[in-house]
């Protein structure tokens, strides 16, 4: 029988990684499947920024291995690695003295895009982000919830095939978060696979197909949201029951 690792878009094996010998994340595994929306979620401190950065490239120190499509994958030492992902960070990685349009130009670039096939994706990103009608717009007299759609717009330019995001409805409003929602999930469903942090359970149970909760640097559950309500006991509970059981309730500001 093939296991959900041996068919993995990404497969991460005893990943550690220390902060002056306190472990950030403490020697975790998990796959994602090709196409698969997963959701990374845990409390303050509990490693997902850390476990984000090191498959992005972002820190290089970390212990363990990671594969990407059964490949051996070290985006922060092999460039080539770094074209196959999209990063979407939680603080915005936009210049606000530039417009939409040459955001993505300038994105685009970096990723080696050019000529005609640079223009049709700055405007299939455009679409998608619904910022055709401000594409000429200098950024800076953007609201909050479309330079978060730039930003999302940003990571995804080069079309990668895994897409990183941090938490990236910080701060914005309804109809932008919807709009956030929308893109994704068409995304994924044009063969995108996602790896997703938030702290909002209501939208990992409604994006996510598999969730992993992170807690103390290690993975403590794995599963769809019904799954994890089955398994710790609580089957007609919301996830955000569900993970207040698996993490406690006590404050988390270490």
């Known amino acids: 029988m093939t296991s959900m690792s041996d068919k993995a878009l990404l497969d991460v094996r005893a990943l550690a990684y220390d902060y002056h010998g306190k472990l950030a994340v403490d020697h975790i595994n998990f796959s994602i499947q090709p196409g698969e929306f997963f ?18 490239g972002l820190l290089s120190r970390f ?35 530039l417009t939409a349009r040459e955001n993505l130009q300038t994105f685009g670039g970096l990723f080696g895009l050019g000529g005609k096939k640079l223009q049709q994706a700055i405007d299939r990103q455009l679409e998608i982000a ?25 990571g ?6 895994l897409v990183l995001l941090d938490e990236p409805t910080v701060g914005v409003d309804p109809q932008s978060r919807n709009h956030l929602f929308e893109s994704l999930k068409q995304i994924q469903a044009e063969g995108t696979t996602i790896l997703y942090t938030t ?22 559950a794995i599963g769809s949201a019904k799954q994890l309500a089955i398994e710790s006991g609580l ?3 919301n996830l955000e029951e569900v993970f207040l059981k698996l993490t406690g309730r006590s404050l988390q500001d270490s």
Do not use: W
């Open 199 to 220: 702290h909002y359970m209501e939208e990992a149970e409604r994006l996510c197909d598999r969730i992993g909760i992170m807690h103390g640097g290690k993975i403590i």
């Open 156 to 161: 995804l330019i080069h079309q990668p095939q």
């Open 130 to 154: 619904g910022l055709t009608d401000r594409a000429k717009d200098l950024v800076k007299t953007y609201s909050g919830g479309m330079k978060r759609r730039l930003n999302l717009a940003c």
């Open 63 to 97: 212990r363990g291995d990671m594969l990407f499509a059964g490949r051996p994958f070290s985006p922060s030492k092999n460039l080539s690695d770094r074209q196959h992902i999209g990063i979407v960070p939680q603080d915005l990685a936009i210049y606000e003295h």
């Open 39 to 56: 959701g990374l979620l845990g409390p303050n401190g509990a490693g997902k920024s850390t476990t984000i950065a090191c498959v992005s």
């Open 235 to 237: 089957p007609n509970s």
